[in-house]
């Protein structure tokens, strides 16, 4: 497809449909065509989980807006679903929004996360975060608003700031959020059912809301079907995919020094016609016969 008209409408619609919109954290062209074949109607690309795969390392604020631009290129490239991206805090201060706004929506992002952390971030679910105020993050949403070419592509507004300043600290922020034209809300690491009940209460209704399933994090993890009826409109897992690709990483390396070979852990692999078959490897040859000289 062209990555200069990637499908926002789509995204919104899917936002605002009855049914909760549920999106796999992906990290690279393989994790999005896989998703994309598993029948997810969207996808988000996780900075936290570029941190992981890409340099092996936490997430905490060492990823950079070109390396998150790097790896949106060849997902959108390869995919047709609608790219959530996590742009962190924007990379800096409103002007440095803008331009982060500016490029992923260019490079075909059909939505944009920003929080309201301070600068190095840091994983919602990880202790000791700080935030900015709530007028710096104010400006920050407006920034994104006015830089993006297409209404259509949305602003997700989050907020940290249940573990720095409290709960109803985080919604009255949530709240400027939604006033300043955040078109969906999130409230990061809430840590029980009860707060999230006071969240809905609180903001159902000003935005579509989105929930975030970190297994072993702080907010309980539950099904889409549970979140939805507790009034979310999205819901992402962001992290899970890298979680499980590890456990697995970790045991196929086990058996493979164990047992110098990977014939014990062969059903549990792909074989080379297998992963031909799900990257379309055949498609791609016959593609390239219709160009080849006689």
């Known amino acids: 497809m062209n990555i200069a008209t990637p499908p926002f409408r789509t995204l919104r619609a899917l936002v605002e449909a009855p049914e909760i919109l ?8 393989l994790t999005a065509l896989a998703a994309e074949q598993a029948g997810f109607d969207a996808v988000y690309l996780s900075g936290a989980s570029i941190a992981y795969t890409r340099f092996g390392r936490p997430d905490i604020g060492l990823v950079s807006m070109s390396e998150v631009a790097e790896t949106l290129a060849p997902i959108r490239e390869r995919v047709d679903l609608p790219v959530i991206v996590d742009a962190d805090t924007g990379f800096g ?18 939505a944009l996360q920003l929080e309201d952390q301070t600068m190095p971030k840091r994983c919602g679910h990880l202790r000791d975060k700080s935030v900015v ?17 297409s209404a259509e592509t949305l602003i997700i507004a989050r907020t940290d700031a249940v573990a720095v300043e409290g709960l109803e600290p ?4 949530a709240s400027a959020y939604a006033e300043a034209g955040a078109d969906i809300l999130f409230v990061e690491a809430l840590t029980s059912e009860a707060d999230i009940a006071a969240t ?8 579509p809301l989105m929930a975030n399933m970190v297994e072993g994090g702080k907010t309980p993890v539950k099904s889409g079907e549970d979140l939805q009826a507790m009034g979310y409109d999205m819901a992402i897992f962001p992290g899970g995919t890298v979680r ?12 493979l020094k164990s047992h110098g070979t990977t014939t014990p852990f062969r059903n ?3 074989d080379f016609d297998g992963l031909n078959g799900l990257i379309g490897t055949p498609e791609m040859l016959e593609l390239g016969k219709k160009y080849e000289e006689e």
């Open 200 to 207: 809905m209460e609180r903001l159902k209704g000003r935005a």
């Open 244 to 255: 499980a690709v590890a456990a697995q990483l970790t045991e196929y390396y086990g058996s």
């Open 133 to 149: 105020s709530t007028a710096e993050m104010v400006g920050k949403i407006k920034a994104a608003l006015d830089a993006r070419d």
């Open 268 to 270: 549990r692999m792909l």
């Open 170 to 173: 985080a919604l009255d922020r």
């Open 93 to 110: 201060n409103a002007l440095n929004v803008i331009r982060t706004v500016k490029l992923f929506e260019r490079l075909g992002a059909s």
């Open 22 to 29: 549920i999106a796999p954290g992906i990290y690279d062209g």
